[in-house]
């Protein structure tokens, strides 16, 4: 990869050019002391029931000032382990309810009451524009299909950890409204002319929850668990020769290759590169993370398993400059809290969104749309192509691992009924794409072996590999509605041919669970979300299913570290032809949500085709006055 050019510099709100090249030999790596702030306050996690602090611990020369009081005041209600009993005051106004426990439970400590003691930040300005209306105040109530199984990015795929996480932790990219890739976390970076050196230089007004700024250090930290834990990030950290630390804002990624898609490999995605405190990481190794630290501007409050999961408005979170694009730009937090509730039934949450208990529902089946449409206070709408279901098969099952079964499986299915059983006429296409058509990335490559739909060549093909009625282990899911009714029909197709199968019927938690094991299940049917680009697309020999091929991971390479956009899209061809040719999963169709909700969400974010973010939405009806962070917009 010889395509030299200048560094470029990229910046919050766009990019232009420089002559000068970054020197790779100009700075030296430092050992920076991490600002660690639960040093001083020993016992912080000694009992994550109660807020205490043991005066004894501390050295009597020990003096704050006044930031640093208010950083430590807000570790103690951002840094509370997970495992043990958190802490909330559930009574009141706040919409959740009551504590269910029998003793009262202590107020947490809140670090921003007094506006004139704030930590420093800058304030948002005026408010204008789309935002010119928009009310401060009021708690969102999002109903989801069930319990996220971790709140750690890193260690799972799952859209409802990416849903409610995201709120929390933010990433070096995001994405724009036209899905390209834009600095978040930095407030430039260049690329050194030879495509071997990243230069960070991150935004200066960035804290964590707990109150201390993020750092360099902080990031590194990150990039190197993510690459330790999830195949893009070992795929990058394979090309990665050093990072270089220069000071606090500033870093250096040294590459051993060009690496051309280093900006969207740690970008926002399922399982992407979220930004932790290095003594989080540090404390929970490669374990899921227990103290949920992010400088998002919601922070975590608790997680009442079968009850809510809480966030609430980080109060000195200072928005990104320029404008709104996408998920990019300034995040307003303009809502009090955003409570999460787990609701696996779906006629529960159609009711509950009927009767106001729901502003919004994680998904609905097209089936429970005439339903919605009748009621006046829930707003009901079709959206662009989002994801697609596809049928993951175990490669390292003994019934899975003979090519011919899995061929077998994949001539069997007609997708046209299952798409319809599971969506309805009008929600899903047939495509055989693993990138959408709303992407530079769509091909029809392979698409002889999509929907063939061959009985008679199935039941021989499992004839000849010499299938002796062993039960296929379908796991499936009520939670996702959608996905079970698919399911019912790929198992009556799938005993058409001469399958035997059993279905064992499981929440998503659990499913999410269980598919780690490859000892325990041959087959389950999830949804691929959108992916704008192909590296975003899990198909490395790590990933659930485990399709292991030396050619294909030479090609997964290849198709990371190239520029160029003609060169990666002939490579990714291929991959797809791969795809088709071994039967790792199988791709049924691109479906449309329907999205429900009610009508007091304003600024609904639809500006994308991942999961939604609720920073800039705002509810009507609410008198609660704005934020003490200098922000002015509407009152209603």
């Not at 020990?62 to 005041?73: E, I, P, Q, Y």
């Not at 159609?350 to 829930?378: C, F, K, R, W």
Request: with cysteine; aromatic share 10%; hydrophobic share 35%.
């Amino acid at each position: 990869m010889a395509n030299c050019r200048s560094t470029l510099v990229h910046r919050q709100r766009g990019c232009r050019r420089r002559s000068r090249r970054v020197d790779s030999n100009s700075y030296i790596g430092l050992t920076m002391e991490l600002p660690i702030w639960i040093d001083r306050a020993p016992n912080l996690r000694r009992d994550p029931g109660v807020q205490t602090r043991d005066t004894d611990n501390v050295p009597a020369q020990a003096s704050f000032d006044r930031r640093s009081f208010l950083r430590a005041a807000a570790m103690l209600t951002a840094a509370i382990p997970l495992t043990g009993g958190l802490l909330s005051s559930c009574t009141g106004g706040n919409g959740i309810g009551s504590s269910t426990s029998g003793d009262e439970e202590p107020e947490p400590v809140d670090s921003m009451d007094d506006e004139e003691e704030s930590p420093d930040s800058t304030p948002e300005p005026e408010l204008t524009g789309e935002f010119a209306e928009a009310a401060f105040g009021g708690d969102l109530r999002i109903a989801l299909i069930d319990e996220p199984p971790t709140f750690d990015i890193h260690q799972t795929t799952t859209s409802t950890t990416a849903f409610v996480s995201w709120h929390i932790f933010e990433a070096l990219f995001t994405w724009d409204a036209d899905l390209s890739v834009m600095p978040e976390i930095p407030e430039e970076y260049t690329v050194s002319e030879d495509g071997l050196v990243y230069r960070f230089i991150l935004r200066s007004d960035m804290l964590f929850h707990d109150g201390e700024p993020l750092t360099a250090n902080d990031v590194v930290a990150s990039i190197e668990r993510w690459g330790r834990l999830v195949g893009l990030g070992q795929s990058l950290l394979e090309s990665v020769d050093r990072f270089v630390v220069e000071d606090e804002r500033t870093f250096e990624i040294h590459l051993t290759e060009p690496f051309g898609s280093l900006p969207v490999a740690l970008a926002r995605q399922n399982q992407g590169c979220a930004i932790y405190p290095a003594w989080v990481i540090e404390e929970d190794g490669d374990d899921p993370i227990q103290t949920l630290i992010g400088t998002g501007p919601y922070r975590f409050v608790e997680h009442r398993p079968d009850q809510h999961v809480l966030l609430e408005r980080f109060e000195v979170y200072t928005p990104a400059p320029g404008e709104v694009d996408g998920y990019g730009g300034p995040k307003h937090r303009f809502l009090d809290q955003l409570i999460f509730i787990a609701v696996s039934d779906e006629a529960s949450r159609v009711a509950g969104l009927q009767a106001g208990d729901y502003d919004y529902l994680e998904s609905v089946s097209p089936d429970q749309i005439e339903e919605l449409e009748h009621t006046s206070d829930v707003v009901v709408e079709l959206d662009s192509a989002c994801c697609y279901p596809n049928l993951v098969i175990n490669q390292r099952s003994h019934l899975m691992q003979n090519h011919q079964v899995r061929r077998a499986v994949q001539l069997a299915l007609d997708h046209e009924p299952v798409l319809q059983a599971g969506y309805g006429d009008g929600y899903y296409r047939l495509d055989p794409s693993l990138i959408m058509a709303e992407t530079p990335w769509h091909t029809r490559a392979g698409e002889e072996s999509y929907n063939v739909h061959d009985m008679e060549q199935a039941s021989q093909l499992l004839s000849d590999a010499g299938y002796d009625g062993t039960p296929v282990r379908f796991m499936v899911t009520q939670a996702y509605r959608d996905l079970y009714n698919s399911s019912v029909v790929i198992a009556q197709q799938l005993e058409d041919v001469g399958f035997e199968i059993d279905m064992q019927v499981m929440d998503w938690a659990t499913l999410s669970d269980r598919r780690n094991d490859p000892d325990i299940w041959d087959l389950y049917l999830t949804l691929a979300t959108f992916r704008p680009d192909p590296i975003m697309r899990n198909l490395t020999c790590e990933a659930t299913g485990w399709w292991c091929d030396d050619e294909k991971e030479e090609l997964l390479h290849l198709v990371q570290v190239e520029g160029n956009f003609n060169e990666r899209y002939a490579i990714w061809e291929e991959i797809q032809r791969m795809f088709y040719d071994q039967v790792p999963r199988i791709k049924l169709g691109d479906t449309f949500p329907v999205l429900a909700r009610s009508p007091r969400i304003q600024n609904f974010p639809r500006t994308t085709q991942l999961q939604p973010a609720f920073w800039n939405s705002w509810l009507s009806g609410d008198d609660t006055p704005p934020p003490s962070d200098g922000a002015s917009a509407h009152k209603r």
